[in-house]
């Protein structure tokens, strides 16, 4: 198959487009050779006819999207410009990706936003990481630089180009910050941190805004930084070209000049500012002319401190820093001299003698007015060997001025870059090694093009040349060294420009010639030019425009440029008169000021121009802007050429500073002038696609014929290729790849296609003809199955016909029945009705009698009854009143204890007022409540005894009445009417007082149940909130408790940081006193032990505690102690010695420091170099200072842990006051008299013990001791001494004890047995001095306590167990580093499971990196699982508590999920599923092991759940919305920029599998939204994060002599058991 055959219907290809430089189409069609057109549908819809000529004329063929958004350009199957546009765009649109390989280069585009890429984890993720495996980034080329030349040991370099804007500042700001952190081992030290600041001070004087960039450079620099042969850096050197001094006098629209003018202007307000006479930056004309005076997001005078901090640390004192500042001020003064023009025709210039600003710049600059204005507008000429004074038109004198400004300023930049250097010169050793860092101006072309872009764009020529050959000499190395039979690649080279430039009578010797021309100008120089290059020589790259005769064009490599020649001689010369030069120099007042012009004379600046005087010289004509520019350039071009060079070509994406918005045509400008087309052209000239024989085996064996064995694999490529590439010249075999030409891979990609399709159709023909067959015998079962059931439903139909018509003869009998019988009851029940209600008339006539005598019995009785219950009632409501008044007593008892212990929470109270408020309005109005239901009551007495006393009276009335009854005699059998009326009228007057007294009763008691109700209510309602102010104390407390434990870790945390740093600073000690004595040894002085000469310090550094470390504004003696940072700065960068001197013995000297920090002059010390005496001293000092400091604060802080301790104890544990009498009346607890089981050792014996148990102790015989030995033997023998009364030997053998174990500790800092062991005895040694301590010893019987107080060794101890842990940690950690990324992610514990999944297109080593080698043993999970058994047998070994080795277990476990995660978020090859289920194979047998040894209970297992759901992430399907949901519930432990991360790193790397849609991200990305996770915003996990670490205390059990097996290795028998 050829490429034409490529051109079928679907393909998709690329066509030109006036807005977006080319656009995708697919073909509708198959192309056959002769067709005159193309049809084609565009992505937008249409549908075009596209001409073809000839089969070159054909459109360029789209790559597969398997492709897209590849990390490297030349990667891609079809290398063209169409190719690259759109892979830079999806990677930079859809992915977020700025950073992109091709080939050697790095393409880094602008985004115009802060992204979360820098930060030091990430330095960390890419430190020590082939850049091959990791995603693209500046750390990445950066890391390639530094590994090189570790390696290789040749100096490198780094070339960050592109035009103003593309971002070339802050890439090699991030390159020097990621080689400040590499080569400063994380930690700063004086020379990293100088090569920092000086961005900032070269960002303010040599920055500034252009229509293009805010923080445009306005200077090329060259920055060398050297390393030492540890590869730390200890030297740096900066070069600077080319500075645009036009800018100080002049600014184009929208721009600016540089920052530091502006700055100035800002901080006018400051006090040591206004002596300056400074204004607004509107008020001089050498800061007003662009418009712009602020620049959106900046701060001018934040940015003013900034430069003043960098200035100092950099070793520049505060009154230089002053007269820089006023030397800058007095420009700006300068440039509103106002030159006015007088004379008959206007031809001589004058100024005014009371000239504020040129008053105002005289006294600046401390020189005089009168001659300055003179000589501003005079000019002296040499005629005839006599001086004459000639004045100046008044144009002439303001370019004068104009020129004495850019010559000021630029004499200054100079003078600023040289004192860079002396700042960042080496101090410390020979420079082994360096890394350049150029940071250099773009090609530019603009509308109007001068002098400045001619130099700029004869520099990139050079650079380009450069370029060009580099890569061509890396392609032809792949070449050999695979032993490939390869023609010449043929590339563009640009040296006929470069000879246009720079040859004989070439631009720059015709414009030099015509600048010694004592008349010379810009129209005679052009007009050389086109008689040399266009007329007697025509030159290739050399035109002439049509409409000008002042301007001509340069056919460049990038685009061809229009120069206009005016200003271009005066730019060159870029003199200035030398009697305002010699005014400078008279300055008397201003020291800096004589200083920058007296070097004029010896020292020729690159930017500086020359000095014009009234005689010229043949020297002086030499020292052009442009012949020193090429002297400096080719100076940089033979540094790049012994160096290797690595680039970065920088991208503008827009020019509306828009972030995340691509202009194509724009980009694909910038890619053509930077070189990044020219690398992909030469890479397609010839074999851009290579692969291994493996690789290509693994994608494309279903091509090969024969019997196929992964063993054989070259043998079967080199006999199939033939077959499927008829054309040999289309590929070609080397030793271990296999080379195709540009397209050869997609006509694989084509036939492997095809061979998948048509397999694919056999396997369908085989799947449909058995699932015919399925389907036909499915049918002929589901036909015998209906014909089965129908003729059961028939006979079932016949059935049931039958016993419906026997059912209907039953229904008839039976319903002729019911009638009959039902009649037959209708009469019998009748009668029985009739019979009923007449016998029920009768009884209730009889009824009524009964009831009308029954009723005055009943009203009795139930009177009587009312009466009995009344008083029942009062008896019970008196005994519930006298209850609850008991109860009520007793209540306010309890509250009034209650209160009393609530006061111990009063802190919490005052949290909840508006609780007790609302319990005290509630508590009111129960009271209120109460009162009223006191007076309901009152009432409601009133009213019974009311009711009682009618009730009396009634019942009085009924006796009367009974008695007058039975007193009558019996009545006759007629009654008067009048008689019945009166007793009528009685019993209803007697039935209304019983009936209303019945209703008033009954509202009584309905409002006595409403109050008991409410006052039930009341009650459970004061009870709720009692229960909820209990419980929200309860919380209260529980929050502060864990609030105030979250404090103590943090404060341990940081306690536990400060005691490392106090041991690395401490090691750093050591060795500058071990290079002391090494000085001295080699100078051939004898120095005494370094015990003695240290005789000053205290007993052991460990007995500080790092706690008390506190910032110098805390110390005793602030007035009499340098900060650490004036020191460094003296010692550092001065340049001279007497500066430093005059720092020490300003106020306080260092005999003086000496004498107040009571540090004794060490008579040993014998140094000859002051420098280095001086140093000695100063670290004595300060190590003396440092102990007063940390003595003093760590009091403090124990003073403040035990406070708050109390808090602790006072808010959680509540001790009953009824137990406090008891306590207190308890007798304190007898003491033995005698204490037997110990060890005597003689004060003579005392170093032989430390000695024998602890300095020379072996390795193999200290592993055979019992757990804890020495520090038992110790204690018995410091517990024998105490006994003995002797305090001073008890605490001196204990102090130098806990100083041989630190010195054994550092002797073993590699050994995890060792550190083990003696992690072991100081923890064992510090719980037996704490159980023995006088505040432990209250709660035992047993234990005696010490009479010596051990509190200060105690924490000594407690610091010692911190560092052994830390040493520790630190063993493992290093041997784990290396292992982590290669065990965890790249190991395949499942054979074959990524094997035959490669990927199509896969990237090729970059040129020059360091794969790792393939012959080692590379680590695997057995490897890390080893590392850890090796650290838990040391920790089980010596029997130390499930909480220490959980805690250690915790923090490696973080570091191996940490390292693991963030190499997994950086590495697209990693991102799949096959390698998914791997790494969680890999996790899972970390868990296992974990399970198995009992450490998930210490939080080990889940700090491997972000690795976890990461890989699960990797595996899970991610299609619908169902998918999103989960994985947003399920990604719990992962942030949501990882997540989103993952899934654009996820690649397919099968058929099988499919690329995530940006929908899918997006609809992801929305859900995360709404998640609040505590997750930090960061994209990596910070690998360098420190758990801190608690012992907590255990008490041994009491020890004895004679429980102890003392072995004789240990040569300890002069020990007595006493």
Not at 844 to 851: C, D, H, S
Not at 1166 to 1191: C, I, T
Not at 1489 to 1506: D, I, K, N, Y
């Amino acid at each position: 198959m050829t490429s034409l055959e490529l051109y079928s219907k679907g393909a998709s290809v690329w066509v030109p487009d006036p807005d977006e430089v080319w656009v995708s189409a697919l073909l509708l069609q198959d192309y056959s050779p002769g067709e005159k057109h193309l049809r084609l549908h565009l992505s937008n819809g249409k549908e075009v006819h596209y001409p073809v000529g000839s089969p070159p004329d054909l459109p360029p063929l789209g790559n597969p999207d398997i492709l897209e958004g590849e990390n490297d350009l030349t990667a891609l199957s079809f290398l063209h410009e169409p190719a690259v546009l759109h892979n830079l765009r999806v990677r930079f649109l859809d992915y977020s990706n700025i950073y992109t390989y091709c080939g050697i280069v790095l393409v880094a585009i602008n985004p115009y936003d802060q992204l979360p890429i820098y930060g030091e984890e990430v330095i960390d993720a890419y430190s020590g990481q082939d850049m091959a495996d990791m995603e693209p980034h500046i750390f990445s080329v950066a890391e390639e630089a530094y590994r090189t030349m570790t390696r290789e040991e040749k100096n490198q370099s780094i070339i960050i180009s592109g035009e103003s804007g593309s971002g070339k500042t802050v890439s090699a700001k991030f390159t020097m910050r990621y080689f400040a952190v590499v080569g400063g081992a994380a930690q700063q030290t004086s020379v990293e941190e100088r090569v920092l600041a000086s961005n900032p001070i070269m960002e303010s004087i040599g920055n500034a805004k252009t229509t293009r960039n805010d923080n445009s450079s306005r200077f090329g620099k060259y920055i060398e930084i050297g390393f030492g042969k540890q590869g730390d850096i200890i030297a740096a050197n900066m070069r600077t070209y080319l500075l645009e001094k036009s800018r100080v006098v002049f600014q184009a629209a929208a721009e600016r000049n540089y920052h530091i003018f502006y700055q100035l202007c800002a901080s006018r307000e400051l006090p040591e500012m206004r002596s300056f006479k400074l204004d607004a930056p509107e008020r001089f004309r050498y800061t007003s002319q662009g418009g712009e005076m602020q620049i959106p997001g900046t701060d001018d005078l934040s940015d003013l401190e900034r430069t003043r901090n960098a200035f100092t640390i950099l070793g520049v004192q505060p009154d230089q820093q002053m007269e820089l500042f006023r030397i800058l001020a007095a420009v700006l003064h300068l440039g509103n001299v106002n030159i006015q023009a007088s004379g008959r025709s206007s031809d001589r210039g004058y100024i005014d003698a009371d000239d504020r600003s040129l008053a105002v710049f005289s006294k600046l600059l401390g020189v005089d007015g009168p001659q300055t204005a003179h000589w501003l507008c005079h000019r002296r000429l040499a005629v005839g060997g006599e001086m004459l004074v000639k004045p100046m038109s008044a144009q002439q004198a303001v370019d004068a001025r104009d020129a004495l400004a850019k010559h000021i300023y630029g004499q200054l930049f100079t003078w600023t870059v040289q004192r860079l250097n002396s700042a960042l010169r080496n101090q410390r050793g020979q420079t082994k090694s360096f890394i350049g860092v150029l940071d250099i101006y773009g090609f530019e072309t603009f509308d109007r093009n001068s002098f400045e872009q001619f130099c700029i764009n004869y520099a990139n020529e050079k650079l380009q040349q450069q370029f060009n050959r580099h890569v061509f000499h890396l392609e032809q190395e792949e070449y050999v060294r695979e032993e490939l039979a390869w023609s010449r690649i043929e590339f563009s080279d640009n040296q006929q420009c470069i000879s246009l430039i720079e040859g004989q009578l070439g631009l720059l010797d015709l414009l030099d010639e015509e600048c010694r021309m004592p008349k010379g100008s810009d129209e005679s120089w052009v007009r050389k030019l086109y008689d040399q290059h266009l007329t007697s020589k025509p030159h290739p790259h050399f035109r002439k425009p049509r409409m000008s005769n002042s301007a001509f064009i340069v056919l460049h490599f990038a685009d061809m440029v229009q120069y206009e020649c005016d200003g271009f001689l005066d730019k060159n010369r870029d003199t200035v008169f030398e009697e305002l030069i010699n005014i400078l120099k008279a300055s008397q007042v201003r020291h800096l000021v004589a200083e920058l012009f007296q070097q004029q004379g010896n020292v020729s600046s690159v930017a500086n121009g020359s000095v014009r005087s009234g005689k010229r010289a043949t020297r002086e004509h030499r020292l052009t802007v442009g012949f020193q520019f090429r002297q400096s350039l080719q100076m940089l071009m033979d540094t790049l050429n012994s160096t290797t060079p690595h680039y970065v070509r920088c991208i503008k994406p827009n020019d509306l500073k828009e972030p995340f918005l691509f202009d194509p045509s724009r980009t694909v400008q910038q890619l053509r002038a930077c070189g990044v087309l020219e690398t992909i052209r030469i890479s397609a000239a010839g074999y851009p696609s290579r692969w291994t024989y493996e690789e290509f085996f693994s994608r494309y064996r279903l091509l090969l014929r024969g019997p196929q064995s992964q063993d054989q694999a070259q043998a079967s490529c080199r006999q199939a290729l033939p077959q499927l590439i008829p054309d040999p010249d289309q590929y070609c075999f080397g030793k271990t790849k296999v080379f195709f030409r540009a397209g050869q891979v997609a006509v694989l990609e084509r036939l492997r296609a095809e061979r998948l399709r048509v397999a694919a159709v056999i396997i369908q023909t085989q799947v449909r003809g058995w699932l015919s067959r399925i389907r036909y015998t499915r049918i002929c079962w589901a036909t015998i199955t209906i014909q089965r059931y129908c003729r059961g439903a028939l006979a079932r139909r016949l059935a049931l016909t039958l016993r419906h018509s026997k059912a209907a003869l039953v229904i008839q009998k039976t319903f002729r029945m019911m009638v009959f019988r039902q009649l037959f009851l209708m009469i019998r029940q009748a009668t029985i009705t009739i019979q009923a209600f007449t016998r029920g008339t009768l009884e209730r006539r009889r009824y009524r009698l009964l009831v009308a005598e029954r009723a005055a019995v009943l009203l009795q009785a139930r009177v009587r009854g009312w009466l009995a219950r009344q008083a029942y009632r009062r008896v019970r409501t008196a005994v519930v009143f006298m209850q609850c008044c008991v109860r009520r007593r007793a209540a306010r008892r309890e509250l009034l204890k209650l209160k009393s212990e609530a006061r111990s929470v009063e802190r919490y109270r005052e949290l909840n007022k508006g609780m007790e408020v609302k319990l005290m309005q509630l508590q009111l109005r129960a009271d209120q409540e109460a009162r009223e239901g006191v007076a309901l009551r009152e009432t409601l007495q009133a009213e019974r005894e009311a009711a009682r006393a009618e009730l009396e009276a009634l019942r009085t009335t009924i006796r009367k009445l009974e008695s007058l009854k039975h007193e009558k005699p019996q009545p006759c059998s007629v009654i008067s009417e009048k008689e019945v009326e009166e007793r009528r009228r009685a019993e209803e007057k007697a039935a209304q007082e019983i009936l209303q007294l019945t209703q008033e009763l009954q509202a009584l008691q309905r409002d006595k149940d409403s109050f008991s109700k409410e006052r039930e209510d009341l009650s459970a309602r004061l009870h709720e909130q009692e229960k909820a102010q209990e419980e929200c104390v309860q919380r209260a407390v529980s929050q502060a408790s864990a609030a105030l434990r979250a404090e103590l870790d943090e404060e341990r945390r940081k306690y536990q940081g400060l005691l490392r740093e106090f041991t690395r600073l401490e090691q750093r000690y050591d060795n500058l006193r071990e290079m002391s004595l090494l000085t001295e040894r080699t100078k051939g002085h004898r120095r005494t032990d370094s015990i003695q000469s240290l005789s000053f310090e205290p007993l052991s550094p460990t007995l500080l505690s790092p706690q008390s470390l506190t910032p110098l504004s805390l110390s005793p003696i602030p007035s009499a102690f340098p900060s650490p940072e004036e020191v460094r700065r003296v010692s550092v960068t001065s340049p001279s010695f007497e500066r430093r001197a005059s720092v020490w013995s300003c106020e306080t000297p260092l005999d003086q420091l000496m004498e107040v920090m009571d540090v004794a002059k060490d008579p040993a010390v014998k140094m000859k170099g002051e420098d280095l005496a001086h140093a000695y001293d100063a670290v004595r000092v300060a190590n003396k200072f440092l102990e007063s400091q940390l003595r003093g604060q760590h009091s403090r802080g124990e003073e403040e842990l035990e406070a708050l301790r109390r808090q602790l104890s006072q808010a959680v544990s509540v001790i009953p006051s009824a137990f406090a009498p008891e306590t207190a009346s308890c007798p304190p607890r007898p003491k033995p008299a005698a204490v037997t089981g110990l060890l005597e050792c003689r004060k003579r014996d005392a170093s032989k013990l430390i000695k024998n148990l602890i300095t020379d102790i072996r390795v193999d015989g200290a592993l055979s001791l019992p757990p804890g030995l020495p520090a038992s033997v110790l204690f018995l023998c410091v517990r024998q001494t105490d006994c003995s009364g002797d305090q001073t030997h008890a605490r001196s053998l204990c102090g130098a004890a806990v100083t041989a174990m630190k010195a054994a500790l550092k002797k073993h800092s590699n050994d995890v047995d060792m550190t083990a062991l003696w992690l072991k005895n100081a923890c064992l040694l510090h719980d037996l001095l704490t159980q023995h301590s006088p505040k432990r010893t209250l709660d035992s019987d047993d234990v005696v306590p010490l009479t010596s107080d051990m509190s200060d060794l105690i924490r000594a101890l407690s610091d010692l167990c911190i560092q052994a842990y830390q040493q520790l940690i630190s063993i493992t950690e290093k041997r784990l580093q290396n292992m982590i990324v290669p065990a965890m992610l790249e190991s395949e514990t499942i054979p074959g499971l990524t094997g035959s999944a490669v990927k199509l297109g896969t990237s090729r080593k970059r040129a020059g990196s360091d794969p790792r080698g393939v012959g080692g043993d590379a680590p695997t999970m057995a490897s890390v699982l080893r590392e850890l058994g090796g650290l838990h047998a040391a920790l089980s070994r010596q029997a130390l508590p499930p909480t220490h080795m959980g805690q250690a277990f915790h923090q490696l476990t973080y570091l191996i999920s940490a390292s693991a995660l963030n190499n997994l978020l950086l590495r697209k090859d990693m991102c799949c599923w096959s390698r998914g289920m791997q790494i969680r194979y890999n996790v899972s047998l970390l868990e296992e092991w974990l399970r198995s040894r009992g450490l998930q209970a210490g939080g080990a297992v889940a700090t491997l759940e972000p690795l976890i759901q990461a890989v699960q992430l990797l595996q899970v399907g991610k299609k619908t919305e169902a998918d999103a949901q989960a994985l947003v519930q399920t990604c719990t432990a992962l942030s949501s920029q990882q997540i989103v991360k993952i899934l654009t790193l996820y690649t397919p790397q099968s058929d099988a599998d499919e690329r995530v849609t940006l929908n899918f991200i997006r609809s992801v990305q929305g859900r995360l939204k709404g998640r609040s996770d505590g997750q930090p915003p960061q994209l990596l996990m910070d690998v360098r994060r420190v758990f801190p670490v608690t012992f907590p205390y255990m008490p041994p059990p009491v020890l004895h002599a004679e429980q102890l097996v003392i072995p004789d290795s240990l040569k300890i028998s002069f020990l007595r058991r006493v």
